[in-house]
């Protein structure tokens, strides 16, 4: 089962990676946090008390065995920026704007907050490289998987068919619609690949974030793909969802490091 359990949270992993990575993406369970970011918000920026959310970053490292002064996180904008974590970031500085961190520091553990939009997590075996990128709508249109991708390979030297990736918990399909714009800027990009991404019922757009993202890895020449088909919307008892709680809510987060 990808759903694992210690010391007291519950947290999703990919079968995909090897034990040569240590990653985990965390439920909301298990934390300090009082309603509406019960109870393991890691978000620091949705009005949670600041100290809850240090707690619960502690939690969360500790239970991956990782020292929490190993983070190297960034400040999220939508986008298609990139970090090279060459080190932990140091605990007084801001977190730099960015929506793709990379790393092939073993020292290093990579952090990232989620709320419906997709975490894409990447391992490249060969070169020992791992990755995490935040897309949602706006950054999978701007390419945010592709961009990671040819990173990897300009970077670290990675062959797209030798890196491993996994397509986090995040809104669904039947949860997410979309409006005119959202929608043509989808079909300029995806072309006819555009028909696997939006769905129309009842008049209404709907859109596939992890067949898009999916798409963008396959053409990019990425071979193995774990998708985990998990909703945020339609499991509120472990994740939080920007949509389906109108945004009073928490931030999850995923964690990724070299073993």
């Not at 240590?22 to 009005?47: D, I, K, M």
């Not at 500790?62 to 983070?71: E, F, K, M, N, V």
Request: net charge negative; with cysteine; aromatic share 8%.
């Amino acid at each position: 089962m990808p759903f694992h359990e210690r010391n007291n949270l519950r947290y999703y992993s990919f079968d995909i990676f090897s034990n040569a990575v240590t990653q985990a993406v965390f439920t909301r369970r298990g934390g300090v946090s009082p309603a509406p970011w019960q109870s393991l918000n890691l978000g620091g920026s949705v009005g949670d008390d600041p100290l809850h959310v240090a707690e619960n970053r502690i939690r969360i490292f500790d239970a991956l065995g990782r020292a929490p002064a190993s983070i190297h996180d960034v400040w999220l904008v939508h986008g298609t920026d990139i970090v090279y974590a060459d080190a932990p970031r140091p605990l007084d500085k801001h977190p730099e704007r960015a929506d793709i961190i990379l790393t092939d520091n073993p020292e290093v553990s990579l952090f990232m907050r989620f709320a419906d939009c997709v975490p894409l997590l990447f391992h490249d075996p060969k070169k020992h490289v791992i990755g995490i990128s935040h897309a949602g709508w706006m950054g999978t249109v701007k390419g945010v998987a592709t961009t990671t991708i040819e990173a990897m390979q300009t970077r670290y030297g990675c062959k797209p068919e030798d890196v491993q990736a996994g397509i986090g918990p995040s809104i669904g399909v039947d949860h997410y619609e979309v409006g005119e714009d959202v929608v043509s800027q989808f079909r300029e990009k995806y072309g006819r690949d555009a028909e696997r991404i939006l769905q129309e019922r009842n008049g209404s757009h709907y859109l596939d974030l992890w067949a898009a993202n999916l798409i963008q890895l396959q053409n990019a020449g990425v071979e193995q793909v774990q998708v985990s088909g998990v909703c945020t919307a339609c499991h509120l008892d472990d994740w939080f969802s920007h949509r389906a709680e109108k945004g009073k809510t928490g931030r999850f987060g995923a964690l990724m490091a070299l073993a």
